[in-house]
């Protein structure tokens, strides 16, 4: 590459020679993010490459000046632009650490951490008609009818789609998987023997670290239910074709998920249910803290339900 990165002083602008590109560094970047993680970065870097082909800039020039013209090239929301100045920081940090000779990777990046967005930067007003949807916690009855509602037959045939969503239900609703650990599961991550289940790369872990999560209620059942038609595949949850197929040997997507089911029934409803049920029963903290994967009992226990003072009146014994 014969390329130049342009470096800002405070009376000129100097060229020095290209750092390594940074496209081909991508993998290198990416390769430590979750799933969800990797995909918005994915999406800033593609969506500054089409900028600086249309504005004549090279996309290797990721000084203050473009990355700030960039940012303000079209009406985006403060928290949107803070989010995209930010995977610019860390690619041009992931550069320097290539190359540690290149003080002027030093200096873009020192640059790029002293711009700030203005409080009063808010190009895109507030999305009301779209507003966060309140969390819900089933009763068990609720829960039964939802995973019933996918029959294992059809035509006096195994039917995929029910057997799958069956299981996914399942993982939801007795592990408390969130999306994207239940996207990624795979089948050695089932330990039918152990009656476990390996949750690896949780929220907020490293990418290779695991949890084990004990089998619970009718997990077991459904997985294994599913298990004899997955015809060996790696994944556990693949995308199930028209015609009732299995499409290609890999995960379906987080937001996937949320298509399966019914409109009033959000994934997350499930690890709701399942915590707080798990507490009112009575169940350790220390044990409920341990199958939500929670590094904190207080994020636990903001999964606790309030109740009615005569049920509270029912529990409640003193010694006076």
Partial sequence: MTAKIAIINSNSITTSPTPPNYMGMLDVLLSGFALG?????????????????????????????NVMNYLYHKPLSRGTRKSRLCHFRVLVRTLFTADTSNRNLEQIYTQLKMVKLSIDDVSVPPNTAKAKRKGQRLDPGKVHELINNYPVKKNEKPYLRGLRNRAL??????????????????????????????????????????????????????LKAWYEHSNGREYVFPRVLKGDHLGEDRPITPDAIYKQFEVDFAPHDARRTLISDLLDSGTYIADVKAIARHTSEVTTLRYAMSHKTSEIKGRVKIGY
């Fill in 37 to 65: 993680t990797r995909r918005q970065y994915e999406y800033t870097y593609s969506d500054w490459v089409s900028w600086c082909k249309s504005s004549g800039v090279n996309p290797n020039e990721i000084n203050a000046v």
């Fill in 169 to 222: 239900l399942a993982v939801l609703f007795y592990a408390g998987l969130r999306r994207f650990e239940a996207a990624k599961l795979k089948w050695s991550d089932i330990d039918f023997e152990r009656e476990q289940l390996k949750v690896v790369g949780g929220k907020g872990r490293e990418r290779n670290s695991a949890d084990y999560v004990p089998f619970i209620g009718a997990i077991a059942r459904h």
